[in-house]
C-alpha cells in the first residue's frame, strides 16, 4: 500500500501560516498556504524557503480566503510553483481582493521602511509586489463543492461548507486508498447568513482547527445587544463606532442591523460601511446569494436585499470618509481594521474619542498591545497618529458575533461526522487551546489526537 506524508508547515503552535504539504505517489500537493502573523519570530517564517522548491509542488488547494490561509500565495508562485490554485467559486473571488490588498500592504512597509532606514535591510524589500499577487491570481481554478474533483491522476478533493465565511470548506482528500480530511476554520451553528457546518466522513488522518478548543462563546443573544445599543446610540444623538473586520463581521452586522430596522426593533438610522475591502467583500457575498442560508434566501425571495437596508450608505474614497467628520446625529461607521490596528477607523476615533455622546463597540477577538484591547481595557487615553487622545466616549463589548466554532460547536460538528478516524492531528490554536482541545477530544471520543508541531511529519 503506498504512504501518505504530511508536512505541517504552518497553524501548528500557532494559529496562523496555515500550510500542509501532502507527499503521495512522487507528488506534492500544498493545503492552504498561509501567511504567519502576529509576533515578529512568526513574521520571520514568512521569509524561510520551504523545506522543497516550490516548483516540485504539483497543485495548492485552499480551505477559504482569509490571509492566513492564502497569503503566502504570491510568495510561492515568485519561488518558482506553477500548477493550479483549487478553491470554491466565492473563495476565488474574495482572494482576489485579500492578495492585492497584502501587497499592497507589502509594498508600503518597505517603502516606509526605506524613507525612514528603519528596516537592517538595505533596502528594505517587500515579500511580494502587487505583481506577484497578479500572477497567483491567475493560477486561482474554481471546484465545485459537494463534488469530488480528481485534481492528480489518483487524488480527489471534496470540498463541504464549512460555515466559516462565504466560500469556507472543509476539505476530504482522497488519495489512492486513504484518506485525510482537513477541517478548515469552522462557523458557528443559527449564526445569520451561512447555513452550518456540514458533517463530513472521516478518514485515516483527521487534521481539525482548534482557536477556540479551550473556551466557550458567550451566548448572550446578539440582536437584544443590538437593540438595546442601537436605542442608546439614538437617545445621545451621537455617532457608534464600530472597528470590524471586513469580511464576514462586517457582513453579518450588516444583515442584523438591516433585519431589526425591517422589523422595527430599532430607528432607522443611516449605516455608513466605510472600508472598500468590507464594501467588496459584501458585493462578493451578494454575488453567491446561492450560498446563503433559507433564512437569507426568504429574505431575497421577498424583494429585500439582507445586506442592505434604505439607510446603509457605502463610502468608497477617502473623501467621503473624511466627510463624514462633519455628520451630526445618530449614526452608525462600521469601518476596519477590527482592533483599530490602523485602517479608516482611526480617524473617526481620533474625531469622537473625546466625546462623552460618542460610543465605540467591539466586535472580536482584541489582541494584545492593540488600540481595540486598550480601548477595552478603559485606557484613559490612547495614541493615535502620534498623539494621545483621550477616552471620553463609551466603550462597548458585542460579543457572539466570532466566525469560529468554539469548544462545544466544534465538538457538536465533530459528533455529527460519521466514522472514527485513525489518527488526529490538532492544529491553528494556540498552544494552550490545541493541547486542550486534544485531551478533550481524546477523553469524549478515545480518539488518538495530538497536537502537531510546526515541522513535523506523519505517514499514513
Ligand atoms: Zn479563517
Known amino acids: 500500500m503506498e504512504q501518505v506524508k504530511v508536512h505541517f508547515l504552518g497553524a501548528s503552535g500557532t494559529v496562523t501560516g496555515s500550510k500542509y504539504l501532502i507527499e503521495y505517489s512522487g507528488r506534492r500537493i500544498l493545503v492552504d498556504c498561509g501567511l ?26 485552499l480551505t477559504h480566503a482569509h490571509l492566513d490561509h492564502t497569503g503566502y500565495l504570491p510568495r510561492l508562485v515568485m519561488d518558482g510553483f506553477s500548477g493550479p490554485i483549487y478553491c470554491t467559486a466565492p473563495t476565488k473571488e474574495l482572494t482576489k481582493f485579500i492578495l492585492l490588498d497584502s501587497a499592497f500592504l507589502q509594498e508600503e512597509e518597505a517603502r516606509f521602511a526605506n524613507e525612514k532606514k528603519s528596516s537592517k535591510h538595505k533596502p528594505a524589500l517587500p515579500l511580494y509586489t502587487v505583481e506577484d499577487a497578479e500572477s497567483a491570481i491567475k493560477k486561482l481554478t474554481v471546484i465545485p463543492k459537494s463534488v469530488n474533483s480528481e485534481i492528480l491522476p489518483g487524488v480527489k478533493v471534496f470540498p463541504l461548507c464549512s460555515g466559516h465565511i462565504l466560500g469556507a470548506v472543509s476539505l476530504t482528500i ?6 485525510i480530511v482537513f477541517s478548515g476554520d469552522v462557523g458557528r451553528y443559527n449564526v445569520p447568513i451561512l447555513p452550518d457546518p456540514k458533517p463530513v466522513e472521516h478518514g485515516e488522518l483527521f487534521i481539525c482547527e482548534s482557536t477556540y478548543g479551550d473556551r466557550l462563546h458567550e451566548h448572550n443573544n446578539i440582536e437584544n445587544q443590538l437593540i438595546e445599543l442601537i436605542n442608546k446610540v439614538s437617545n445621545k444623538q451621537g455617532p457608534l463606532l464600530i472597528p470590524s473586520f471586513a469580511i464576514g463581521r462586517s457582513q453579518h452586522l450588516l444583515f442584523l442591523l438591516s433585519k431589526l430596522e425591517r422589523e422595527g426593533k430599532i430607528p432607522a438610522i443611516p449605516v455608513y460601511i466605510d472600508s472598500p475591502m468590507a ?10 446569494k446561492y450560498d446563503f442560508d433559507d433564512e437569507a434566501s426568504d429574505i431575497i425571495k421577498k424583494g429585500l436585499d439582507p445586506l442592505s437596508s434604505k439607510r446603509c450608505h457605502f463610502l468608497r474614497t477617502a473623501d467621503e470618509s473624511k466627510k463624514l467628520n462633519k455628520t451630526k446625529g445618530a449614526f452608525v461607521v462600521i469601518a476596519g481594521s477590527g482592533m483599530a490596528t490602523g485602517g479608516r477607523i482611526l480617524h473617526h476615533l481620533a474625531r469622537w474619542l473625546p466625546y462623552q455622546e460618542a460610543t465605540v463597540a467591539l466586535v472580536g477577538y482584541q489582541a494584545e498591545a492593540t488600540r481595540g484591547r486598550q480601548l477595552q481595557e478603559g485606557e484613559p487615553s490612547i495614541k493615535i497618529y502620534g498623539e494621545h487622545i483621550q477616552v471620553n466616549a463609551e466603550v462597548v463589548n458585542l460579543s457572539g458575533l466570532s466566525a469560529h466554532g468554539d469548544k462545544e460547536e466544534l465538538t457538536t460538528w465533530l459528533k455529527s461526522c460519521s466514522q472514527s478516524p485513525e489518527q488526529v492531528k490538532i492544529v491553528h490554536g494556540e498552544p494552550a487551546a490545541s493541547s486542550s482541545f486534544s485531551k478533550h477530544l481524546n477523553k469524549t471520543f478515545t480518539w488518538n489526537s495530538s497536537p502537531a508541531v510546526h515541522g513535523e511529519i506523519v505517514v499514513i
Request: glycine share 4%.
Open 174 to 179: 482522497t488519495l489512492g486508498n486513504k484518506r
Open 279 to 288: 464594501i467588496n467583500a459584501t458585493e462578493i457575498y451578494q454575488q453567491f
Open 36 to 61: 504567519f502573523q502576529g509576533r515578529k519570530e512568526l513574521r520571520d517564517r514568512n521569509w524561510k524557503s520551504l523545506p522543497v522548491p516550490p516548483s516540485s509542488i504539483s497543485a495548492v488547494i
